[in-house]
């Protein structure tokens, strides 16, 4: 029987046992839908709204961006964590921001799949934990823990009448050292559409 816990305090806690359920998105799942950047996998679920998502096109200043978006109140209203820790957020703080969404967003596309062992979504109550930039909800990629080995991926595709073209190239690599005691991954990956 497999026991999940709920990484985004330092509270340990069943997530089935809370007053508000955890959704997870696995690694399996990402591999076997073949997703191409991390923002796919979490707005694949019905909780969560299409965000700030400028993938694909160039917007203010060329930025490329994907912001999550739970609860569809705004992308500034989701807190993004790293392994349950908050991350520099990729946003400034202006109104001169994509879709005026200031706040502090981080940016999911620079997260490669590759690296994502699961990511897990909490709704709405994550105010009460994290503040004003969880009242929708709280999204934390949790990442592949000593992963020893090369893991090497390729793929293309084009739509049935000829256009919308992919290319994808990844590739992670990574090794303990120092009697298991550290390690080093490297994570590349390429994204043409």
Same mark, same amino acid.
């Given at each position: 029987?497999? @026991? ?25 799942? !990402?591999? =076997?839908?073949? !997703? ?41 209203? &989701?807190?993004?964590?790293?392994? %349950?820790?908050?991350? @520099?957020?990729?946003?400034? #703080? ?8 200031? #706040? =502090?967003?981080?940016?999911?596309? !620079?997260?490669?799949? !590759? ?8 709704? =709405?109550?994550? %105010? ?20 020893? #080995?090369? /893991? ?10 000829? /256009? ?6 990844? #590739? ?12 080093? &991954? ?8």
């Amino acid at each position: 029987d497999d @026991v999940i816990v709920v990484t985004g305090s330092r509270l340990r806690r069943e997530t089935f046992d809370s007053p508000n359920p955890t959704v997870q998105v696995g690694s399996e799942r !990402m591999d =076997a839908r073949q !997703m191409s950047n991390t923002i796919d996998a979490i707005e694949d679920l019905p909780l969560v709204g299409i965000g700030s998502n400028s993938r694909g096109t160039n917007v203010q200043f060329g930025d490329n961006f994907a912001f999550p978006n739970v609860l569809s109140i705004g992308s500034q209203r &989701t807190l993004s964590l790293l392994n %349950g820790r908050r991350v @520099v957020a990729s946003n400034q #703080g202006t109104v001169f921001v994509p879709g005026n969404a200031s #706040g =502090a967003q981080v940016d999911l596309s !620079m997260i490669n799949p !590759m690296l994502i062992e699961r990511v897990d979504v909490l709704t =709405a109550t994550g %105010g009460a934990i994290y503040g004003a930039d969880a009242v929708g909800g709280v999204v934390n990629i949790i990442t592949k823990d000593n992963f020893e #080995g090369l /893991d090497l991926r390729a793929s293309a595709g084009v739509t049935q009448v000829g /256009d919308g073209e992919q290319y994808r190239a990844s #590739g992670l690599w990574g090794g303990n050292f120092f009697d298991d005691r550290a390690n080093i &991954t490297v994570s590349l990956d390429y994204f043409e559409q």
